[in-house]
């Protein structure tokens, strides 16, 4: 990697300098979008004492799953747990603090810190136990609810093609919380599904531009399915 090459060969030389006690955020809704191998590259590291920032924590033994099974989090700030056993054992263990956050203001929090704002005000919440602790204000007749923004040390980010240069165009549902938390961390690290030279992408259908981002490397997806429903064939007569 060198000048505006932002591209790495390697999942070690895409995570350099993450260590212990980092907050990191992690792109994904679901199991949809998110960056499979640099989770796995995390869960090599063994880093402990993360807090992490992501819509959700993946499912048991896959996604931030893995983290969750080796005690990686420390802290959890997100939207729904509800697919994965062992984060409910740690958190009514107390082994893993919790911040649940409405999915909104969630997304809010991560493009207003991607975009210098400290802080915000909402309705989303006022009056139940998202606002304890947080300053309120009625204006102009309706109350509201003061949240501080969100940046993390690291940002890992799930695109569907990249140029060199780090631009990067996103591809339907998978594009979720990526696009915002790509502009949310001081180093913003981007899994991509396919790799083009600078000047191939139409700048008219770029999602981020590549001067939030400072590492990208192509990578291998399983892109597991969360929920299989499927419809039983009938019986022929």
Not at 6 to 22: C, I, P, Q, R, W
Not at 71 to 87: A, D, H, K, P
Not at 150 to 171: C, E, P, Q, S
């Amino acid at each position: 990697m060198s000048g505006f090459n932002k591209v790495v060969t390697s999942y070690e030389e895409a995570l350099a300098g993450f260590t212990d006690n980092m907050t990191v955020m992690v792109g994904g809704f679901g199991l949809c979008g998110i960056p499979e191998g640099l989770i796995e590259q995390v869960n090599k590291l063994g880093s402990t004492g993360l807090t992490a920032i992501s819509n959700n924590a993946g499912v048991d033994g896959f996604g931030l799953g893995k983290w969750l099974e080796k005690r990686q989090i420390s802290t959890m700030i997100g939207s729904y747990v509800g697919e994965n056993e062992l984060f409910e054992k740690l958190l009514l263990s107390g082994e893993m603090e919790v911040i649940l956050t409405p999915q909104g203001t969630l997304a809010e929090k991560i493009r207003a810190g991607g975009a210098g704002i400290p802080a915000f005000f909402t309705a989303t919440g006022y009056g139940t136990q998202v606002a304890d602790g947080k300053e309120t204000r009625e204006i102009d007749g309706r109350n509201y609810v003061l949240e501080p923004s969100l940046t993390a040390d690291f940002a890992l980010v799930k695109a569907w093609k990249a140029d060199t240069m780090g631009n990067l165009i996103f591809r339907k549902t998978a594009m979720n919380f990526n696009p915002m938390m790509a502009t949310a961390g001081k180093i913003t690290v981007v899994e991509v599904e396919e790799i083009v030279e600078a000047g191939e992408l139409d700048p008219n259908y770029i999602h981020t531009p590549g001067i939030y981002v400072q590492r990208v490397i192509k990578g291998e997806f399983e892109k597991r399915i969360e929920q299989r429903t499927i419809k039983p064939s009938s019986e022929k007569a």
